[in-house]
Structure formats: structure tokens, C-alpha cells
């Protein structure tokens, strides 16, 4: 069973930056591509980034590309979201997601197709 343990929410004054970590038990990354997304209280989960078991990145049309970097280290089964130039409107919960195959595996097109969840961190942009 995969499980995903996300870490480093908190509070960040705007302007600030945020790396994020997910670390993953019960996969293998080499054949996982893991994506990051956040929601706000009543509002739809959007998609932040995805990376590939390829290790090609997707940072689809969020309103926080250009300000987010996504990379993994599959020797510590950790995918990291650094964020950069937060502002309060980043403010959520973020969380990570992972889909495995038994092939190298691109990233998914829908948020549906990621297979496990982790139970999300908390980023709070305030000063």
C-alpha cells in the first residue's frame, strides 16, 4: 500500500518561500510520476506541478508557474515542491499524489488518474 507523508507547510510572510516534501513508502519512483496540488476551503483542488518517472516536469496552467519548482529524489522516495514569491493567495492545503505502473510512466492529463493521496500540508501566507 503507498503511503504519502507530506511536511514543511507553515506560515511565510509574503514574498516568502516554502519547500515542501512528500515522501513515499510503497512504490517505485522509477516507475511513479507524482504531482502537487492545493485547494482552498470551498473551492476545486487545482494542480500545481506534476514530475514524471522520467523526471520531465509539468507545471500545467497554474496560477503559480514560474514560482514553483518540482524535483524528486528517488533514493530518499521524496518529491519536493520549492515555492518562491508566495503571496496570500497561495494560502492552502497542499498535497501530494502519485500513480505507479509497471512502465515509465508520463504525467496524468486528470487528477482522477493519481492513485494515492497524502493528507496535505497547511501554507499560510500573512504578515
Known amino acids: 500500500q503507498v503511503q504519502l507523508v507530506e511536511s514543511g507547510g507553515g506560515l511565510v510572510q509574503p514574498g516568502g518561500s516554502l519547500r515542501l516534501s512528500c515522501v513515499a513508502s510503497?512504490?517505485?519512483?522509477?516507475?511513479?510520476?507524482s504531482g502537487w496540488f492545493r485547494q482552498v476551503p470551498g473551492k476545486e483542488r487545482e494542480g500545481v506541478a506534476c514530475?514524471?518517472?522520467?523526471?520531465?516536469?509539468?507545471y500545467r496552467e497554474s496560477a503559480m508557474k514560474g514560482r514553483v519548482t518540482i524535483s524528486r529524489d528517488a533514493a530518499k522516495s521524496t518529491v519536493y515542491l520549492q515555492m518562491d514569491n508566495l503571496q496570500p493567495e497561495d494560502a492552502a492545503v497542499y498535497y501530494c499524489?502519485?500513480?505507479?505502473?509497471?512502465?515509465?510512466?508520463?504525467?496524468?492529463?486528470?487528477?482522477?488518474?493519481?492513485?494515492?493521496w497524502g493528507q496535505g500540508t497547511q501554507v499560510t501566507v500573512s504578515s
Open positions: 514530475i514524471s518517472s522520467a523526471d520531465v516536469t509539468d
Open positions: 510503497g512504490l517505485t519512483m522509477r516507475y511513479s510520476a
Open positions: 499524489a502519485t500513480i505507479e505502473d509497471r512502465l515509465p510512466i508520463p504525467c496524468p492529463v486528470l487528477e482522477h488518474e493519481f492513485e494515492a
